[in-house]
């Protein structure tokens, strides 16, 4: 029997895209909300702290997290996270860094065709001036990482942005063709118009070709690809990084599980490498 893998990743996935939002916070991560100059009224996210910040005075890095589709930001996973690195850092296990938790809302990390929400606009313009402002950022380590259909929206920042970002970790992430967004979704006009606002607003494909150099300047591994159910995706991603010649590394797991846990625990060892190496 043949599978269409790709087919079944973006059904599942899709099914995944109405899994219900969460309320609860987490006393390790301090909830914000901003207002911001263009379209929104605000921006929230949650910020945790390393544990030796209070003690220090020296600049840390930042990992800016965005989740998948319609997770509340400072939910469970993003409590679970915050606990996960706040261990690896008392253990002396990995380098300290400061995480930011994002509200996406549905999980299209963009700016909205009709304009509600202007996301990419408001975490350059604001969250990313505030988090310099307040707290003590080291400018030249900021990392995006996200999962699912953030994990699209952390390469798309990255690939876009490469003067803000140092590099990009996607786990499992919807790193799509316009054609597979409209199988996926069946097409949201008022997030995306057509192809050429999706390539410009939504997707990592062209600002990959687009900003070339300025990511091979980078010289290091700078994106981190993990892939599970979204194997057939993030493998064509990858054939496009690796004939652009940018530097990446790459890792499939051995079941078609889009679960968080199955991802993350398959992509572990090999994102703490990463990590370790960006921030040593």
């Excluded at 990313?128 to 995006?144: G, K, L, Q, W």
Aim: net charge negative; charged share 20%.
């Amino acid at each position: 029997m043949n599978i269409n893998y790709r087919l079944v990743g973006l059904l599942v996935w899709g099914f995944l895209w109405f899994a219900p939002l969460h309320a609860q916070e987490s006393s390790l991560i301090q909830p914000f909300s901003i207002p911001v100059q263009e379209g929104n009224d605000s921006i929230r996210f949650g910020v945790v702290l390393p544990p030796s910040y209070a003690e220090t005075d020296h600049p840390y890095p930042v990992i800016y997290y965005m989740h998948g589709a319609n997770r509340y930001y400072v939910g469970p996973r993003a409590q679970w996270i915050a606990s996960y690195f706040n261990e690896k850092f008392t253990g002396g296990l990995l380098p300290e860094f400061i995480l930011v938790f994002i509200d996406g809302g549905e999980g299209y990390w963009m700016n909205h065709y009709d304009g509600d929400p202007q996301l990419e606009t408001a975490i350059v313009n604001d969250l990313i001036p505030f988090m310099d402002s307040n707290y003590r950022t080291d400018r030249a380590r900021r990392v995006t990482m996200g999962y699912s259909l953030g994990g699209n929206g952390a390469i798309f920042f990255f690939t876009k942005h490469p003067e803000l970002f140092a590099a990009g970790v996607s786990l499992d992430g919807g790193i799509v063709t316009y054609e597979d967004y409209l199988v996926r979704t069946g097409g949201r006009p008022e997030i995306i118009s057509d192809e050429d606002y999706f390539n410009e607003f939504g997707s990592p494909y062209g600002w990959v070709n687009r900003n070339r150099e300025a990511l091979i300047a980078k010289q290091d591994t700078c994106i981190f690809l993990s892939a599970a159910l979204l194997k057939e995706a993030n493998s064509d991603f990858a054939s496009l990084l690796r004939i652009v010649g940018i530097s990446f590394k790459y890792i499939e797991l051995k079941y078609l599980d889009h679960e968080f846990g199955y991802v993350f625990s398959g992509s572990e060892e090999a994102l703490m490498q990463f990590l370790s190496e960006k921030f040593r």
